[in-house]
Each structure stands twice: as structure tokens, then as C-alpha cells.
């Protein structure tokens, strides 16, 4: 089946510097999600990405979706304590629209 | 964008027994998704749930061990039936929403 490779799985950095992770799939997606995760809460979106190309902004964090439509990166500047929290990546599914997630990437702020 | 209600946001059931789980949403959306996440893990897809139709389970899940009802357009539950210890896990529905897909809070559950 379909499966999404995320890397890192955790990324220890200090408060200020910027972070990057990437996600890449053998299958093409339509539509590339990232979203972040919190202790006892479900994933929440932070960007979406629907076009092969597509540069988006969300504050500080920017997503792109490959030209490929098999990879996506996010990038999160100017790092600080409540970004904290596992990142995951998603891509909707050709046939039904369900959505296929990456393994995470774990994310610690030193302050 | 939409707002998702799950409860119970957790438990602690017996082995044997059945826990259903329930998920509001405040739209009307035609597409709902169940998931688990176990410990540390990401999230792996149960089924999908449609209102009219009946629910479409991914591999490795079946309808006796997680059936899924979906009665009008905000609403679905899942239960999880005949629990075991290995059933310990998050559980969270989802919603395909204007704005993508939203998720609930996720139910913990354990089995003892």
C-alpha cells in the first residue's frame, strides 16, 4: 500500500534555530497536509498544499509540495518553546480521499 | 473550520468487554475517518465512514471487531468490541472538512 517516509523521527534543537523535515512517498498525492500534534490531542492542520509547486507560508513555518507530487517539505523558522510537539505529514489518498500519514517527526526546544 | 466533540477522551475497560466512542462534528460533512494511534506511533487508518453506506475498513481491520455506525451527517461512533490489552491504544475520528481534514481529541483507552 501507499506509505508516507518521514524524517527525521526527532530533531533536539535550541530555541532560535531553524528547523526543517521532509516526507517522501513512492506514490503521487494530490494533496499534501502537515500537521502537529500535542499531548492528549488529536493532529491539527497547519498547512495544506493541493498544487505540484506550491509554496505556502504560515507564519513561521513553510511547506512545499515537490514538483514530483511525491514529496513535501516544512520548514519552521526562528524556533521557539511551544513549537514543541510531533510534526506529521499527510497525503490524501487518489481514490477515496482518505489521508496517508508519515511516522512523525518528534520535535524538542531548548529554551 | 469545523469543530470536533469525541468522548470519551478516555478510559479504562476490562478485557472482554466493548467501549463505543463518539464523535459530533458541528457541520455537516459527508466524509468520516476513524483512526488509532498506539504509543509513539503515527496513525494508521481503521475505516472510513460514510453516511448511507456502510463503513470501509482498511486491511487488517473488520467490521466484528470495530463496527461503526454512522447515522446522519455530524455524527459516528466506533466501538471497539471483545477488547484486549493490545486494544490499548488513541483512538480519534476525523472529518473532511472546507478546510481539509480536522480531527477530535482522541480517545485514550486502556485495557486491563
Known amino acids: 500500500g501507499q506509505q508516507l517516509n518521514q524524517s527525521p523521527q526527532s530533531m533536539f534543537i535550541q530555541e532560535g534555530e531553524d528547523v526543517s523535515m521532509n516526507c517522501t512517498s513512492s506514490?503521487?498525492?494530490?494533496?499534501w497536509l502537515w500537521y502537529k500534534q500535542e499531548p492528549g490531542e488529536g493532529p491539527v492542520l497547519l498547512i495544506a498544499l493541493y498544487k505540484a509547486g506550491e509554496l505556502t507560508s504560515n507564519g513561521r513555518l513553510t511547506a512545499q509540495f515537490g514538483i514530483t507530487r511525491k514529496d513535501s517539505f516544512l520548514n519552521i523558522s526562528a524556533s521557539i518553546p511551544s513549537d514543541v510537539g510531533i510534526y506529521f505529514c499527510a497525503g490524501q489518498d487518489n481514490q477515496g480521499g482518505k489521508l496517508i500519514f508519515g511516522q512523525g517527526t518528534e520535535l524538542s526546544v531548548k529554551p | 473550520s469545523a469543530v470536533i466533540s469525541q468522548k470519551p477522551s478516555r478510559d479504562i475497560c476490562q478485557r472482554g468487554t466493548s467501549l463505543t466512542i463518539q464523535c459530533q462534528v458541528d457541520?455537516?460533512?459527508?466524509?468520516m475517518f476513524w483512526y488509532r494511534q498506539q504509543p509513539g506511533q503515527s496513525l494508521t487508518l481503521i475505516a472510513t465512514?460514510?453516511?448511507?453506506?456502510?463503513?470501509?475498513?482498511e486491511s487488517g481491520f473488520v467490521i466484528d471487531k470495530f463496527p461503526i455506525s454512522r447515522p446522519n451527517l455530524t455524527f459516528s461512533t466506533l466501538t471497539v468490541s471483545n477488547m484486549s490489552p493490545e486494544d490499548s491504544s488513541i483512538y480519534l475520528c476525523?472529518?473532511?472538512?472546507?478546510?481539509?481534514?480536522?480531527f477530535g481529541s482522541g480517545t485514550r483507552l486502556t485495557v486491563v
Open positions: 506514490s503521487i498525492f494530490n494533496t
Open positions: 457541520s455537516q460533512v459527508t466524509m
Open positions: 465512514a460514510n453516511q448511507g453506506s456502510e463503513a470501509t475498513y
Open positions: 476525523s472529518a473532511r472538512t472546507e478546510g481539509g481534514y480536522t
